[in-house]
């Protein structure tokens, strides 16, 4: 199962027909856009279309001009640079700057992150050809730029300022970090204190939990930040065995091994011999959303496929699963570094 937010999944637009890839020797459960857990994420782009024309609104004659509006012509003109644009284009009332590309390759790729716009395109493509796909893709690429825009003011507010009064989530709850050297004689050095709502009044919207690290208020920020996913680290092989544990008793399956991963592009993974790997920032959800990774892999060892049957399976354990999911493609998680 892969993230929506590292190595980006290149978006393709083909414009010749091409033979599908072999499928993969695991079932990797990733987000179908997104994200979103990724700092940098691509979108995939559908096939060109035959070219549409824009569909235009022509005012009757008392109010104004006889001649046709486009819905482009009345929004705000914006400006999408990638930072290694080497080219420009119009696209309907938007300017957008995009880097240019050449690869060996077959096809025309968009990708469309939280820099911009680039296309990779093979060498005997002309610049005429590119930019005419890019007109027909139009629609598609100005939406996928709003999107990543927002996307990256959501990144950057993510961003964690490592000091003594830093706020994370675990489990789905803000938790407030602590500096207080007291805790360095706790194992592991680090202690959850789940009494903070008693003493500030259980007031709505104030955390309830604090994280005490055995760090003195002089620590670096990286001091902080590596105390912090230590502790992250160690909770999530916790819970992710208390809830494999669950499911497959569940799903009468057996897996062999769990281990963490760190992967940029994807939530976990399963494979043949029983191996279950799960990204330890799933941490950061609330459990619904953990035990749906945790069944989607784990359902993998009684389907290898994603086929109606393997999401029979997985409805089986998780009749609501669908909105788990969503939550992995649209929230956004703290930004460590």
Known sequence: MTRKAGTIDESQLSLFDQSAPPP???FALQPASSPEFSPRVAHTSPPVPPAVPQPTFTPPPDIGSA????LASVLAPAVFEHPQADRTIRLEAHVVGYA??????????????????SVNAPKWVSVG?????????????????????ERGKRLQAAKVD????????????????????????????????TDAG?????????????????LPHTATP????????????????????????????RLGVRYTRLSLSSAQTRWGSASANGSIRLNWRLIHFALPTIDYVVAHELAHLREMNHSPRF????????????QARGTLRNDVLPVFD
């Open 24 to 26: 993969p020797s695991f």
């Open 67 to 70: 001649h046709p509006v486009t």
């Open 100 to 117: 240019l590309r050449r690869a060996r390759r077959r096809s025309i790729g968009f990708v469309v992150d939280t820099e911009g716009l």
């Open 129 to 149: 050809d590119i930019e005419s796909a890019l007109r027909a893709k139009a629609a598609w690429i100005l939406r996928k730029l709003a999107e990543q825009q």
């Open 162 to 193: 490592w000091r003594d009064g830093a706020s994370i989530p675990f489990l789905g709850q803000p938790v407030i970090v602590v500096l207080d050297p007291r805790a360095a004689a706790t194992r592991g050095g680090a202690l959850l204190n």
């Open 198 to 214: 008693a003493v500030q009044g259980q007031i709505e919207g104030v955390p309830r939990l604090t994280l005490h690290i055995g």
């Open 222 to 249: 990286a001091q902080i930040r590596d105390s912090v996913q230590s502790w992250l680290q160690r909770q999530a092989r916790r819970v992710f065995e208390e809830r494999c544990q669950i499911f497959t008793q």
């Open 311 to 322: 999401w029979d399976v997985v409805r089986s354990v998780m009749p609501d699963f669908e």
